[in-house]
T-cell receptor, first 113, second 116 residues
Framework: AQSVTQLGSHVSVSEGALVLLRCNYSSSVPPYLFWYVQYPNQGLQLLLK??????LVKGINGFEAEFKKSETSFHLTKPSAHMSDAAEYFC???????????FGAGTRLTVKP | DGGITQSPKYLFRKEGQNVTLSCEQN?????MYWYRQDPGQGLRLIYYSQIVNDFQKGDIAEGYSVSREKKESFPLTVTSAQKNPTAFYLCASSLPGQGFSGAEAFFGQGTRLTVV
């Protein structure tokens, strides 16, 4: 079955600095990849997704991610962090032959003023 | 507005009792999911359903049960057999049923269950 590993349970950056959240996946078939954001006591909201086509995917709030098949990675980046970006971020993967989505353990992003 | 509604937002249960968490969606989605979230462990799949009257176990189904009698509803029962039920439970849905996985999942706001 597919799986996801998120490197770093906590990431702290200064406001205005680059945000980099790491995600590696395992899948037996070409994967579909997602990044979600969760604010405290809320559900998850989709930031961006990769299905097919262009490997650099742009999402909401200035985030983007690049699918690298050779590295089995789908890292999330944002050039300049805002205080409002502080939240927990989840990488997820699903496969083409079923419909269950598997999530990583999450990375909590803290933004310092 | 279309969306997923989970109720209640907070739920307290005595040990040994069964309790049912509600999940309703009006997005006309075929697939629905239940996840459990614990600090530091991310989301773990409990059950999912790709179509009415059909559902499959996820990674941590023991102590839980579900039904899918209607397309819009996917209730989760936490039974007394679940040894550590205190957690945040999230319901989600996605458009396609079997055979295609590129669609995103839409999430409800969650139910926080506490055993007292």
């Amino acid at each position: 079955a597919q799986s996801v590993t998120q490197l770093g349970s906590h990431v702290s950056v200064s406001e205005g600095a680059l945000v980099l959240l790491r995600c590696n996946y395992s899948s037996s078939v070409p994967p579909y990849l997602f990044w979600y954001v969760q604010y405290p006591n809320q559900g998850l909201q989709l930031l961006l997704k990769y299905t097919t086509g262009a490997t650099l995917v742009k999402g909401i709030n200035g985030f983007e991610a690049e699918f690298k098949k050779s590295e089995t990675s789908f890292h999330l980046t944002k050039p300049s962090a805002h205080m409002s970006d502080a939240a927990e971020y989840f990488c997820a993967v699903s496969e083409g032959n079923n419909n269950d989505m598997r999530f990583g353990a999450g990375t909590r992003l803290t933004v310092k003023p | 507005d279309g969306g997923i509604t989970q109720s209640p937002k907070y739920l307290f249960r005595k040990e040994g009792q069964n309790v049912t968490l509600s999940c309703e969606q009006n997005l006309n989605h075929d697939a629905m999911y239940w996840y459990r979230q614990d600090p530091g462990q991310g989301l773990r799949l409990i059950y999912y359903s790709q179509i009415v009257n059909d559902f499959q176990k996820g990674d941590i189904a023991e102590g839980y049960s579900v039904s899918r009698e209607k397309k819009e509803s996917f209730p989760l029962t936490v039974t007394s057999a679940q040894k550590n039920p205190t957690a945040f439970y999230l319901c989600a849905s996605s458009l396609p049923g079997q055979g295609f996985s590129g669609a995103e999942a839409f999430f409800g706001q969650g139910t926080r269950l506490t055993v007292v």
